[in-house]
């Protein structure tokens, strides 16, 4: 048994989940797999997902593969997940219908497909995210129903949001940036104790029960308006009230003893400037809360549009954002493609990192989805066709990889790419097949996660091809 992971804990957490009637008590460790050979294994696997999003778009140039199917080659931009190409699908032409025309709404919308109408007076709305959806079905099984990280911390403000995961409500869930302070979050003992923590949540839930009995009471004065919003707010404080419940039935299992040499990195803050570290870092604790099961479905922010680092450590001092409005300089363009190969080092890193833990007799990587890829494809004008996706992970769950599955292809002069500026921003800035939509790919991985679904927002269907 991995020596991380106390007997204690496991233990006490196999008898919560029975009797919270879970399917899937613990992740698959050697040590639970039955001796006599051909014994059946009665645990189900856990199936995890995973998104990491970064702002601004790249340089399509140095990013885009030019030829399609299983016999292409890597892109500059891409040549650092060489080691992993048999672990990824490489996707052009996908875009949001939603999402077209839009500017830095593009992370609000991206794990939501959902209209924002940014230009006008209407009122932010909007829906649940593809994550949120697996957490609610995966939430039984984990301490924390999700875990929502980003380069800032919080929520952001609408139509410029610094988190991924947005409630069944559309509320943004707030993200945390700090890997020390999430490490304590996750590993580190309750503060002033159990009792403590007990009382904090009984006065949570006292002032939640105030909260409901004064709505419920204003209900009956309100017209049908003012309850449809109403009823947006309770369903929000009822989430909180559920949140807290759990809390509470996991405050008497002990939490996962974490080895001091794996929680030596997370006892320090890493500042920003150090991007690469920082970074880093952050991909080492979701590893590390996906190895010891205390989630099974994480949000990442690399950045955000108007927050996007720098990278010292390769000599580029401008933030990705300013990068992203090169308009066409070569210099600033030659800069927005080392800042993408970067980015791409340290997802290759945290793949690695994945395909090296043991989950079972599989890697971890291969019981783990990870969507990579931007709301936003051309970042000077705002493009949002031929989205920059790829997918990666998830063979144990079912996925077929090794290839470059292209939708702008039957649309290209001759079927190839010049791979030159003006093709790179025409074919950013209106998708060349409408089907090619990123909401497929999303149901594909709901399916994948045993969600039963066969719909998410505007999508078609599953994507046959790496199923």
Same mark, same amino acid.
């Given at each position: 048994?991995?020596?991380?992971?106390?007997?204690?804990?496991?233990?006490?957490?196999?008898?919560?989940?029975?009797?919270?009637?879970?399917?899937?008590?613990?992740?698959?460790?050697?040590?639970?797999?039955?001796?006599?050979?051909?014994?059946?294994?009665?645990?189900?696997?856990?199936?995890?997902?995973?998104?990491?999003?970064?702002?601004?778009?790249?340089? *399509?140039?140095?990013?885009?593969?030019?030829?399609? *199917?299983?016999?292409?080659?890597?892109?500059?931009?891409?040549? =650092?997940?060489?080691?992993?190409?048999?672990?990824?699908?490489?996707?052009?032409?996908?875009?949001?219908?939603?999402?077209?025309?839009?500017?830095?709404?593009?992370?609000?919308?991206?794990?939501?497909?959902?209209?924002?109408?940014?230009?006008?007076?209407?009122?932010?709305?909007?829906?649940?995210?593809?994550?949120?959806?697996?957490?609610?079905?995966?939430?039984?099984?984990?301490?924390?129903?999700?875990?929502?990280?980003?380069?800032?911390?919080?929520?952001?403000?609408?139509?410029?949001?610094?988190?991924?995961?947005?409630?069944?409500?559309?509320? =943004?869930?707030?993200?945390?940036?700090?890997?020390?302070?999430?490490?304590?979050?996750?590993?580190?003992?309750?503060?002033?104790?159990?009792?403590?923590?007990?009382?904090?949540? *009984?006065?949570?839930?006292?002032?939640?029960?105030?909260?409901?009995?004064?709505?419920?009471?204003?209900?009956?004065?309100?017209?049908?308006?003012?309850?449809?919003?109403?009823?947006?707010?309770?369903?929000?404080?009822?989430?909180?009230?559920?949140?807290?419940?759990?809390?509470?039935?996991?405050?008497?299992?002990?939490?996962?003893?974490?080895?001091?040499?794996?929680?030596?990195?997370?006892?320090?803050?890493?500042?920003?400037?150090?991007?690469?570290? /920082?970074?880093?870092?952050?991909?080492?604790?979701?590893?590390?809360?996906?190895?010891?099961?205390?989630?099974?479905?994480?949000? /990442?922010?690399?950045?955000?549009?108007?927050?996007?680092?720098?990278?010292?450590?390769?000599?580029?001092?401008?933030?990705?954002?300013?990068?992203?409005?090169?308009?066409?300089?070569?210099?600033?363009?030659?800069?927005?493609?080392?800042?993408?190969?970067?980015?791409?080092?340290?997802?290759?890193?945290?793949?690695?990192?994945?395909?090296?833990?043991?989950?079972?007799?599989?890697?971890?990587?291969?019981?783990?989805?990870?969507?990579?890829?931007?709301?936003?494809?051309?970042?000077?004008?705002?493009?949002?066709?031929?989205?920059p996706i790829l997918l990666a992970g998830g063979r144990g769950l079912g996925l077929k990889h090794g290839q470059h599955i292209d939708y702008?292809? =039957?649309?290209?002069?001759?079927?190839?790419?010049?791979?030159?500026?003006?093709?790179?921003?025409?074919?950013?800035?209106?998708?060349?097949?409408?089907?090619?939509?990123?909401?497929?790919?999303?149901?594909?991985?709901?399916?994948?996660?045993?969600?039963?679904?066969?719909?998410?927002?505007?999508?078609?269907?599953?994507?046959?091809?790496?199923?």
């Open positions: 048994m991995s020596n991380i992971i106390s007997q204690k804990w496991l233990l006490n957490r196999r008898h919560f989940l029975r009797g919270l009637g879970a399917t899937v008590a613990l992740p698959l460790l050697n040590a639970m797999i039955p001796s006599r050979a051909g014994a059946a294994v009665a645990l189900d696997k856990p199936r995890r997902s995973v998104f990491v999003y970064i702002p601004n778009g790249v340089n *399509g140039m140095t990013w885009q593969v030019a030829k399609s *199917g299983r016999d292409y080659e890597l892109s500059q931009s891409l040549a =650092p997940l060489a080691k992993h190409r048999g672990d990824m699908t490489i996707f052009s032409g996908l875009h949001h219908p939603n999402g077209i025309g839009q500017a830095h709404v593009c992370a609000d919308t991206w794990l939501t497909g959902a209209k924002i109408d940014a230009q006008s007076a209407r009122k932010y709305e909007n829906t649940i995210s593809v994550d949120q959806i697996m957490a609610g079905v995966t939430e039984k099984q984990t301490r924390f129903p999700s875990l929502e990280l980003s380069i800032s911390s919080g929520t952001g403000r609408p139509l410029n949001s610094t988190t991924l995961a947005f409630s069944r409500d559309g509320v =943004p869930l707030p993200a945390e940036d700090n890997p020390r302070l999430v490490f304590n979050r996750l590993f580190g003992e309750e503060q002033g104790g159990l009792a403590a923590q007990r009382a904090r949540l *009984g006065k949570r839930r006292s002032v939640l029960d105030a909260v409901l009995e004064d709505a419920n009471s204003l209900r009956r004065q309100l017209g049908d308006d003012d309850r449809g919003k109403l009823d947006e707010y309770l369903h929000s404080v009822r989430d909180v009230e559920q949140r807290t419940e759990r809390l509470d039935a996991w405050l008497d299992i002990p939490k996962p003893t974490v080895d001091k040499n794996l929680a030596a990195p997370f006892q320090r803050d890493v500042p920003k400037s150090k991007a690469g570290e /920082y970074w880093r870092t952050m991909f080492d604790l979701i590893v590390l809360a996906l190895r010891t099961d205390m989630t099974r479905v994480v949000t /990442y922010m690399n950045g955000s549009e108007g927050n996007g680092l720098a990278i010292p450590e390769i000599g580029i001092t401008q933030a990705r954002h300013g990068l992203s409005h090169h308009n066409g300089d070569p210099v600033v363009l030659d800069r927005l493609a080392k800042s993408d190969a970067f980015i791409m080092e340290q997802f290759a890193h945290f793949l690695d990192e994945l395909a090296a833990v043991k989950d079972g007799d599989e890697p971890l990587l291969d019981r783990t989805m990870i969507l990579f890829g931007s709301g936003m494809s051309y970042g000077h004008s705002h493009c949002n066709a031929n989205l702008n292809k =039957p649309f290209l002069k001759n079927g190839t790419y010049t791979l030159g500026y003006d093709e790179w921003r025409e074919i950013s800035g209106k998708p060349k097949d409408g089907k090619a939509r990123l909401s497929n790919l999303m149901l594909t991985m709901l399916q994948k996660m045993d969600i039963h679904t066969e719909k998410f927002v505007d999508s078609l269907g599953p994507i046959s091809e790496i199923v």
